[in-house]
């Protein structure tokens, strides 16, 4: 099936630093992918959709300046937050969306998430 | 805009016992319908999608949902629930929206089993 390795797991940073998420499709073309950020018990809030070589498109009431999305190749999508503080601390989870090379089947998957914590 | 309910944030069932897990939704126009199941600290995985197609669909690990339009719900539906199905589920809706898929995730049921 397809794949998504997203990493890291788990990162703990200091408050005003900078953390960087990557999300990767390990066997298909992602020409978009998708970052979610859940709060503890609570369902994934869309935060961004961004198409490969596009800039991303943020959802309403999300700062791109804090949230930076990169999706440079059909392969690697990064989500870098900036100047971190404690209320960032969430779970992040990126999908990607694609073709399975061969098959040509459309495929949807999801990252296994990243757990930030901001001290 | 689209949305999904879930009824219920917390379902508990006994194993063996049947596994109902209700969603409502609304959408202006034809939706696609999604059910996801999600492990602690696990991203989430796809149980069964509706297409447009059967309106019984059968997913992974004995799990089927019925699309009922005139209801407007996809319940996600298992015979017998097994220890390993305790986890959270959140049903997800989708209608295209310029290239891409935006799916609209419930705000989840966490599913207990009791032996």
């Known amino acids: 099936g397809a794949v998504v390795s997203q990493h890291p797991s788990r990162v703990i940073c200091k408050s005003g630093t900078s953390v960087k998420i990557e999300c990767r499709s390990l066997?298909?073309?992602?020409?978009?992918m998708f970052w979610y950020r859940q709060f503890p018990k609570q369902s994934l809030m869309l935060m961004a959709t961004s198409n490969e070589g596009s800039k991303a498109t943020y959802e309403q009431g999300v700062e791109k300046d804090k949230f930076l999305i990169n999706h440079a190749s059909l392969t690697l999508s990064t989500l870098t937050v900036t100047s971190a503080h404690p209320e960032d601390s969430s779970f992040y989870i990126c999908s990607a969306r694609g073709r399975k090379a061969g098959s040509g089947a459309n495929v949807l998957t999801f990252g296994a998430g990243s757990r930030l914590t901001v001290l | 805009a689209q949305s999904v309910t879930q009824l219920g944030s917390h379902v508990s069932v006994s194993e063996g016992a049947l596994v109902l897990l209700r969603c409502n939704y609304s959408?202006?126009?034809?939706?696609?319908l999604f059910w996801y199941v999600q492990y602690p600290n696990q991203g989430l995985q796809l149980l069964l999608k509706y297409t447009s197609a059967a309106t019984l669909v059968k997913g992974i690990n004995g799990f089927e949902a019925e699309f009922k339009k005139s209801e407007t719900s996809f319940h996600l539906t298992k015979p017998s629930a097994h220890m390993s199905d305790a986890a959270e589920y959140f049903c997800a809706v989708s209608v295209y929206g310029g290239s891409n898929y935006k799916l609209t995730f419930g705000k989840g049921t966490l599913l207990t089993v009791n032996p």
């Open positions: 959408s202006s126009v034809p939706p696609y």
């Open positions: 066997d298909f073309q992602a020409t978009t």
